[in-house]
């Protein structure tokens, strides 16, 4: 097994006791997909951990850019390398069941990670969503090297949306420390979030009922439904 520390951790329990595991660090996606490639051309049996889905934000990503930029064959056959993707559950997924229904009309996803996305690229997709009407699950909101992104980003958002706009804040999801909040946009700049925490920022028509986060289809508009 090759992942993230804090993933291989999580899934030590339910790994064979002759498992090899290499763990590593943040910032070392590419040398840990390097090191799955090596180890599975020598015909090893490699399994990548991420956290939430493989392919949302994490390793199925670096593992396929390097096997292309190898020009490996990928394949069934012999001599070609096999790669599955097995799905799992990525944490707006996780973090919208906690907090009500948020994801029910069109959302995005948007990481406010500029490590490998440029800043200017990052503001221009978050206003371009608010203007579209899109609820926004920002991903990596915050970090120790990060301090100030999750301020601007409200900022940005709220050049199109209501200080009011519900948002909803999940943290751990399906963790030991799993938590949830809401706020608004208005004083989101100012909550607790770190890199495990995913933030859901409504669209105009979101709104709270009873302490759940909800994001209209538009059933009750279009069937008269009545209380």
């Known amino acids: 097994?090759?992942?993230?520390?804090?993933?291989?951790?999580?899934?030590?329990?339910?790994?064979?006791?002759?498992?090899?595991?290499?763990?590593?660090?943040?910032?070392?996606?590419?040398?840990?997909?390097?090191?799955?490639?090596?180890?599975?051309?020598?015909?090893?049996?490699?399994?990548?951990v991420s956290g939430?889905?493989?392919g949302v934000y994490a390793m199925a990503g670096a593992v396929f850019e390097l096997a292309a930029a190898r020009q490996l064959n990928l394949g069934q056959k012999i001599g070609q390398l096999s790669i599955q993707v097995i799905p799992g559950i990525p944490a707006l997924i996780a973090g919208a069941a906690l907090l009500g229904a948020p994801l029910t009309h069109d959302f995005c996803?948007?990481?406010?990670?500029?490590?490998?996305?440029?800043?200017?690229?990052?503001?221009?997709?978050?206003?371009?969503?608010?203007?579209?009407?899109?609820?926004?699950?920002?991903?990596?909101p915050k970090s120790h090297g990060r301090d100030w992104q999750l301020a601007k980003a409200a900022e940005i958002l709220g050049r199109n949306l209501a200080p009011r706009t519900p948002v909803g804040i999940a943290s751990r999801c399906g963790r030991e420390g799993q938590k949830t909040s809401l706020t608004d946009l208005g004083r989101?700049?100012?909550?607790?979030?770190?890199?495990?925490?995913?933030?859901?920022?409504?669209?105009?028509?979101?709104?709270?009922?009873?302490?759940?986060?909800?994001?209209?289809?538009?059933?009750?508009?279009?069937?008269?439904?009545?209380?």
């Open 109 to 140: 996803a948007i990481s406010l990670s500029d490590r490998l996305t440029p800043w200017p690229v990052i503001e221009k997709r978050l206003d371009l969503a608010s203007q579209a009407g899109l609820v926004v699950a920002l991903y990596n």
């Open 1 to 48: 097994m090759v992942g993230y520390g804090l993933y291989v951790d999580q899934a030590r329990p339910f790994l064979p006791a002759n498992a090899i595991i290499q763990a590593s660090g943040m910032t070392k996606e590419l040398e840990r997909a390097g090191l799955a490639l090596d180890l599975a051309l020598q015909g090893q049996k490699v399994a990548v």
């Open 52 to 54: 939430g889905d493989a």
């Open 188 to 227: 989101l700049a100012l909550q607790e979030v770190d890199m495990q925490t995913l933030v859901i920022v409504g669209n105009a028509n979101t709104f709270v009922y009873q302490g759940y986060m909800i994001t209209p289809r538009g059933y009750a508009d279009k069937y008269a439904v009545k209380g």
